[in-house]
């Protein structure tokens, strides 16, 4: 189900103290974010430890 299916144009609109943004990003972008910078960086080290093992013979 998607918000449209709940929104109700003619219901009261945003509330005094609510923010139209969200403040924080979904914590499961932020794991996944995290998953992926870490595995790019353990990817790109095992290439450039690869290169300097081949380079040095």
Known sequence: MSDSEHYDPLGPGRRVGEDPQEKR???GL????FAYLVAGHVVAGFL?????????K
Do not use: E, N, Q, Y
């Open 25 to 27: 990003m979904p914590r």
């Open 30 to 33: 932020v794991i996944r974010l």
């Open 48 to 56: 450039c430890l690869l290169f300097v093992v081949a380079g040095s």
